[in-house]
């Protein structure tokens, strides 16, 4: 989908003047990898910085606002670090079925970014955001009717789901700016095998610490 951002990484460094010097443009920072020190604490915003040739790697980090799409245009089976999501599919607290498209506004806390890429990686989506919006969206419509969920209670949904995101990518390092629904659409037909599916795609696997190969910048 060429019509949607990558929020994790840019590899459009620019090296000059045998690679002392590296220029950040503009809407992203930088993150700098020691192969003595390790991922360093300093963030390079927008500029010209300098770094020591073969000892420091760097990797730009999309610091705008990114959407992150879910919708039945989306296919992951390429790419799961596409910035976005095939339709969700969830139950309601009267046991039934809708799809779900939406769109999700994220920030990346540039601060944080050493910490972040130490940590998780550069694999954002698949790790966080995807099983982390899934879980969210579920959770928020299994307390709302469908004929609540696509009448009256559409706003309150979009507000539940926002607060929901926003206290669970917080701790990763991820601003939700704001979450809108695109459509919901009643499912016929699921039966219980989909019910289990939907169980098990809750739970979130544990975040593992990369190690120091997975960080470097291949130039």
């Given at each position: 989908?060429?019509?949607?951002?990558?929020?994790?990484?840019?590899?459009?460094?620019?090296?000059?003047?045998?690679?002392?010097?590296?220029t950040v443009p503009p809407g992203?920072?930088?993150?700098?990898?020691?192969?003595?020190?390790?991922?360093?604490?300093?963030?390079?915003?927008?500029?010209?910085?300098?770094?020591?040739?073969?000892?420091?790697?760097?990797?730009?980090?999309?610091?705008?606002?990114?959407?992150?799409?879910?919708?039945?245009?989306?296919?992951?089976?390429?790419?799961?670090?596409?910035?976005?999501?095939?339709?969700?599919?969830?139950?309601?607290?009267?046991?039934?079925?809708?799809?779900?498209?939406?769109?999700?506004?994220?920030?990346?806390?540039?601060?944080?970014?050493?910490?972040?890429?130490?940590?998780?990686?550069?694999?954002?989506?698949?790790?966080?955001?995807?099983?982390?919006?899934?879980?969210?969206?579920?959770?928020?419509?299994?307390?709302?009717?469908?004929?609540?969920?696509?009448?009256?209670?559409?706003?309150?949904?979009?507000?539940?789901?926002?607060?929901?995101?926003?206290?669970?990518?917080?701790?990763?390092?991820?601003?939700?700016?704001?979450?809108?629904?695109?459509?919901?659409?009643?499912?016929?037909?699921?039966?219980?095998?989909?019910?289990?599916?939907?169980?098990?795609?809750?739970?979130?696997?544990?975040?593992?610490?990369?190690?120091?190969?997975?960080?470097?910048?291949?130039?």
């Open positions: 989908m060429a019509s949607i951002d990558n929020l994790l990484v840019s590899l459009l460094v620019d090296e000059v003047v045998g690679g002392l010097i590296v992203h920072v930088g993150c700098i990898y020691s192969i003595f020190r390790g991922v360093l604490k300093n963030v390079w915003h927008p500029g010209m910085h300098f770094k020591v040739p073969l000892i420091h790697r760097v990797k730009l980090f999309n610091a705008q606002l990114i959407e992150y799409t879910v919708s039945k245009d989306i296919t992951l089976k390429d790419n799961k670090e596409i910035m976005g999501d095939e339709v969700i599919n969830s139950v309601t607290s009267d046991n039934k079925f809708v799809a779900v498209e939406a769109t999700v506004l994220i920030k990346l806390d540039t601060e944080r970014l050493p910490e972040i890429w130490q940590n998780i990686g550069e694999n954002f989506v698949s790790k966080i955001i995807r099983p982390v919006t899934r879980s969210r969206i579920r959770k928020v419509l299994t307390n709302h009717t469908l004929i609540k969920a696509l009448s009256t209670d559409r706003s309150s949904i979009e507000d539940e789901v926002k607060q929901e995101l926003i206290d669970s990518l917080s701790q990763h390092g991820l601003h939700v700016d704001n979450f809108y629904l695109s459509s919901l659409t009643p499912i016929e037909g699921m039966q219980q095998m989909e019910i289990n599916n939907l169980a098990k795609e809750e739970v979130i696997q544990p975040i593992e610490s990369n190690t120091s190969t997975e960080m470097e910048t291949r130039f």
